[in-house]
Structures are given as C-alpha cells and as structure tokens.
C-alpha cells in the first residue's frame, strides 16, 4: 500500500522559499496522478498543484501559479512543492496526495474514501 510522508514545512518571512517534499513507500509514485492541497486556517482545503502519472502534465490553482513549481524525482520515489514569494495567504498544513484527479485549474480528490494522503506539513508565512 502507498504510504506518503511530507516535510520541508516550517516558519518563513513574507517574500520567503520553501521546498516541501513527499516521500512515498510501498509503491511507485509514477503509476499514480499527484497533487498538492492546503487547509488553511478558517478556510476549506485547497488544491493547489497536480502532475499526471506520465509526468508530462502539471497545473496549478491560479494561486500557486508563477510561484510554485511541482515536480517528481522517480529515482528517488519523492514528490516536491517549490514555493517562491510566499505570502501570509500561503499559511496552512500542505498535504501530498495520489490518486487524485488533475484539473486544468488544480487538483481534486477522486471521490469517497479513495486516494492516498500523507498527514501533511505545516507552513507558518509570518513575520
């Protein structure tokens, strides 16, 4: 069964980088469509990127895009989020997930209890 761990979340000033990381075990994160969703405070969970299982797609929810860039090492089994210019809006606990459905405008979830999701990494954007 595919197990996902995140990490790389922390505290980050406004303007700030972070590159988050999600390792998988168990099974081959190529076989799967990938994403990456937020729960901020207050708000509902966001998705905010996908990668198809061939890698050759990836979007973005119009608030990651021009900052954030995901991407796939197979090699290493490992999924990653590069964020850029973060913003206090980006606070939230980020989730890697697969088996996902990727939208041209960001990822979603395939529906019931389906997908697999790691237990997510905080990101604090303050000052």
């Known amino acids: 069964q595919l197990q996902l761990v995140e990490s790389g979340g922390g505290l980050v000033q406004p303007g700030g980088s972070l590159r988050l990381s999600c390792s998988a075990s168990?099974?081959?994160?190529?076989?799967?469509?990938l994403g990456w969703f937020r729960r901020a405070p207050g708000r509902g969970r966001e998705g905010i990127s996908c990668?198809?299982?061939?890698?050759?797609?990836?979007n973005y929810a119009d608030s990651a895009k021009g900052r954030f860039t995901m991407s796939r090492d197979n090699a290493k089994n490992t999924v990653y989020l590069q964020m850029n210019n973060l913003n206090p809006r980006d606070t939230g606990v980020y989730y890697c997930?697969?088996?996902?459905?990727?939208?041209?405008?960001?990822?979603?979830?395939?529906?019931?209890?389906?997908?697999?999701w790691g237990n997510g990494t905080l990101v604090n954007v303050s000052t």
């Open positions: 997930a697969a088996a996902i459905i990727c939208h041209p405008w960001g990822p979603s979830p395939a529906g019931g209890s389906s997908g697999y």
């Open positions: 168990g099974a081959a994160l190529d076989y799967y469509t």
């Open positions: 990668m198809s299982d061939s890698g050759d797609t990836t």
